[in-house]
C-alpha cells in the first residue's frame, strides 16, 4: 500500500506524524506499506514557488491513499487565489474529483466532560456529516472582485449546483444511512437559494429509491439549532461544501474538541483522501500542543474505506479509547485542573496502546 503524505502547515507536520506512527505500529511486520511525502502549501511555496506543485499532485495520483495534514497560514488570502497556500487543499480535493467527504462525529464516553454541551444531551452522539466537497460556492464561476462605478470594491461568488452533483451525494447520503440507522436529514436553504431549491428536489428525487430509509429535510440556519439542541437525533446530514465545513466544526465541539474530528474524501472511483477536519492552528503550531488524534483516527478511516481493513482500524480506535479512558488529555480536552500532556506524548500512548492490545 502506497500512501502520499502530505503534512502541509502549521501543526499539520506534528499531528500527521503522530498518525504515520500509529500506521506503522498497526501495521507492523507488514513490508507493505511504503510512505510518499510530498510538500503542499505554505511549505511546498517556501520550495519552489507553488502551494500544489505538479510533482506533488502526481504523486497523490500515483498513492493508493493521501494522508493530508493541513494548508495556509494567516496572510495568505492578499495572495492570488492560484498561490495561496490554503487553496492548496481545494485544487488538490477539484483534481483529484474527491466529492465526498465523510466527518464522523462521535462521542468518546471518557470526554462526556470535555464537550461544550451536558453529559445528558451528547451521551451516545454519533452521527456522521457527510459534506459535497466538490462544488458549490467554494468552486463556483465567477468569482473575484470587482471596482463599482461608484468605486467602491466589492467582493463576489457563485453559489451553484448542478444535478449530477447533487444526485451522487445524496446516493451516498442513502447507501451510508443504510449501514447505520436509516436516517438521512438532508440541510439546505431551500427557502432562499436556487441552488440549493435544486438540492432539496433532487435529494427528495433519489430519496425515493431508498424507502427504507427516512429523509428529512432542515434549512441550514434551524438545523444549527436542532443540532445544538437534540444532537442524538441526527444519523446522516447531507450537506453542500458551505454548510458542511460550517456544521462539522460546529459538530466538533459536542465530541470535545475539533482535534478529535477525522474525516474521509472519496472520488467516484473509491480513491480516498484522509485528514482531520481541523486547519494549520497557527496559534498553537510548534509547541507540541496539538491533539494528534483526528488525524489519528483519520488513518483508521484510511484503513476502513481505502484497504478494507476494519480490523486494524477498529484497533486504532480502541487504542484511542483506551488512552482516554486511562486519563490522558492534550489540553483542548482537558478539563479545568485536570493535567494535560503533549502531541508528540498522546501519540506514543496511542501506539503504545496499539502494540499491546491482546489481537
Ligand atoms: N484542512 C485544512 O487544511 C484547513 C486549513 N485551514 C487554514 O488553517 C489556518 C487557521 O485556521 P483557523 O480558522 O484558525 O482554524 P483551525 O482549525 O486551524 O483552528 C481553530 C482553533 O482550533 C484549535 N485547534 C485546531 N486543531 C487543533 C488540534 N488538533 N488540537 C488542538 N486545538 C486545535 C486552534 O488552536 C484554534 O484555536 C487558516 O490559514 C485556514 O485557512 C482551516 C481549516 C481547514
Ligand atoms: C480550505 C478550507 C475549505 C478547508 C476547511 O475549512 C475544511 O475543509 O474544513
Ligand atoms: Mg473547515
Redesign the pocket.
Known sequence: MKIAVLA?????PE?TAQAVIALETVLAGSDKLELVYAPI?GAAVSEGGDPLPEATLETARQADAIL???????G??SLPYAQR??AS?LRLRQALGLFANYRPALLFPALAQASTLKPEVINGLDMMILRELSSDVYFGEPRGERVLPSGEREGYNTMRYSESEIERIAHCAFQTARQRRKRVCSVDKANVLESMLLWRDVVTRVGTQYPDVALSHLFVDAAAMAMMRRPLDFDVIVTGNLFG?ILS?LAAMMTG???MLPSASLNQKGKGLY??????????AGHD???????ILSVAMMLRYSFDMAEQAERIERAVSTVLEQGLR????ATPGQSSVG?RAMGEAIAQAIASQAR
Open positions: 502541509g502547515d502549521g501543526i499539520g499531528v502549501g493530508f495534514g493541513a494548508a495556509g497560514m494567516p495568505d488570502e497556500p490554503g487543499l465545513d466544526d474538541s475539533i482535534g485528514e482531520p477536519v481541523h486547519g494549520s492552528a497557527p496559534d498553537i500542543l496539538a491533539n494528534p488524534i483526528a488525524s492534550t489540553q483542548d480536552i502531541t
